[in-house]
């Protein structure tokens, strides 16, 4: 399934930037990242109980936010593209 993350995290202390590099980081580990805090992640049911439970972690409830679309297994119709950003196929080939 595609899961679409969004995050919303606080910069305003040194503490709020850390937590925003490891959850992009983590994000990374997962997906493709296709706006500044938006990732695009393909994955099963148990992989994502995994993955967000590892961001739930590590965000500051209080001052941050996350937010999980869940697009399924027949995602290709649902997403629209306009604009700079080049698409990447997300069951392509990753290069590097």
Known sequence: MLIVVTYDVSTE???G???LRK???QCKNYGQ???NSVFECKMDEA???AFRGSLIKLINEKED???FYRLG???QNRIEHYGSKEVQDIDGPLIF
Do not use: P
Request: proline share 0%; no cysteine.
């Open 13 to 15: 202390s040194s503490e």
């Open 17 to 19: 930037r850390a937590r």
């Open 23 to 25: 959850v992009a980081k």
């Open 33 to 35: 990242r296709v706006q």
């Open 47 to 49: 992989q994502f109980v």
């Open 65 to 67: 936010s996350l937010r």
């Open 73 to 75: 297994n027949n995602y």
